[in-house]
Every structure is written in structure tokens, then in C-alpha cells.
T-cell receptor, first 110, second 114 residues
């Protein structure tokens, strides 16, 4: 089993749609969780951190379920500019390395 | 604020040749990371430095890859000799601390091994 697994995608959605991505992780000791966004041929950039209580940033909502060891990202009212690859990132403490998922590609079409 | 600087942007070499990449992190960032990203995959951590000490190099192919961060600032990653499967984008990232901190990435070096 991979340490971090994501929905393979690609997700093709129309503008205005709501889309959700899931990510599962295998190490129950993981402490920190993030979603990064990566545009084609560009470097990853932090989209948002994921907190135990869940958090929202505009049209983006992130959730963490420690019992089931998964995190999710919900995008509401999709825009063309949301087209990108979304990377799930899991990090532990005490020297655990930062692990990236393979990413989920999203295409938003007009 | 200046971002993470990497060079070169592109590199094409033949297999068995050597190559080196350079990274200058954001000023004041103690932690520096080198990632390898193969097309269609997520970034894979090769090595993590805290100041000039190695925190994690468990996935670094040490028979051919080496990295150093002298004086705890900039860093170089070397591959010698290169193999075809080393073709990838090599990303350098830095963070202020190593825990619960966002990573700032450089633009990466795209390596093609022919």
C-alpha cells in the first residue's frame, strides 16, 4: 500500500460545478496535512493546510478524518483557473519525511 | 521577498555523464529539501537538510546521488553517473522550520538523460 494515495483522476467538470478529492494515508502517526496545487510545468504551491476541525478558504474546504486516515478537498463553484493538479501532502513529526501523493488532475471546462 | 532560486532550468546529458544542480533557499530558511518529480507522479523526497546537517536521506540513491549544503545556506545535488531513469524534474524547496511549515519550491531543473 502506498503511504499516500489519491483519486487518480482526471476530473473533468464544467464551470460552476462542485468537485471533491480524497486522499488516504497509511501512517497513523502523521501529524500535518496539506493540499498543494501544481500547474502544468510549474512548481507546487501551498493551497491550504488541513486542520482536525476542518477549514475553509473561500471556495475551498478541507477536511481531516483521523479515524479513517483520509483527508478531502472540496472545491465549490469551479473556475477555469482551478484547472491544475492537486497534491495531497502528509507530514509527521520526529523526522518523518514529507510525503506527496501522486496528484489528482482537474480540468474545468467552459 | 526573493524566492527559492535554482539553476540550471534545463539540462540534457547522455547516460553515464555527470550533472549538478544548485539551489539557494529563501533567506533565513533553516530547512532545505531536494525532491525528484517524474512525469505523472508526485514529488519524491531525496534529501532533507536542517541547516547543514542531513535529517533524512533514506530515498537518496547514494551510489550515484550526492548532496551537500555547506555553511547551511545554498546546496548542490549531483548525479554521477546518470541513468535514463533519472530523467525528471528536480525541485528544491525550503521552509523556515521543518515541522508544520509550508514548503516554498523553486522552479525546478528539468533533466533529460539520453
Amino acid at each position: 500500500r502506498k503511504e499516500v494515495e489519491q483519486d487518480p483522476g482526471p476530473f473533468n467538470v464544467p464551470e460552476g460545478a462542485t468537485v471533491a478529492f480524497n486522499c488516504t494515508y497509511s501512517n497513523s502517526a502523521s501529524q500535518s496535512f496539506f493540499w498543494y496545487r501544481q500547474d502544468c510545468r510549474k512548481e507546487p504551491k501551498l493551497l491550504m493546510s488541513v486542520y482536525s476541525s476542518g477549514n475553509e478558504d473561500g471556495r475551498f474546504t478541507a477536511q481531516l478524518n483521523r479515524a479513517s486516515q483520509y483527508i478531502s478537498l472540496l472545491i465549490r463553484d469551479s473556475k477555469l483557473s482551478d484547472s491544475a493538479t492537486y497534491l495531497c501532502v502528509v507530514k509527521g513529526t520526529g523526522g518523518f519525511k514529507t510525503i506527496f501523493g501522486a496528484g489528482t488532475r482537474l480540468f474545468v471546462k467552459a | 521577498e526573493a524566492g527559492v532560486a535554482q539553476s540550471p532550468r534545463y539540462k540534457i546529458i547522455e547516460k553515464r555523464q555527470s550533472v549538478a544542480f544548485w539551489c539557494n533557499p529563501i533567506s533565513g530558511h533553516a530547512t532545505l529539501y531536494w525532491y525528484q518529480q517524474i512525469l505523472g507522479q508526485g514529488p519524491k523526497l531525496l534529501i532533507q537538510f536542517q541547516n547543514n546537517g542531513v535529517v533524512d536521506d533514506s530515498q537518496l540513491p547514494k551510489d550515484r546521488f550526492s548532496a551537500e549544503r555547506l555553511k547551511g545556506v545554498d546546496s548542490t545535488l549531483k548525479i554521477q553517473p546518470a541513468k535514463l531513469e533519472d530523467s525528471a524534474v528536480y525541485l528544491c524547496a525550503s521552509s523556515f522550520r521543518s515541522t508544520n511549515e509550508k514548503l516554498f519550491f523553486g522552479s525546478g531543473t528539468q533533466l533529460s538523460v539520453l
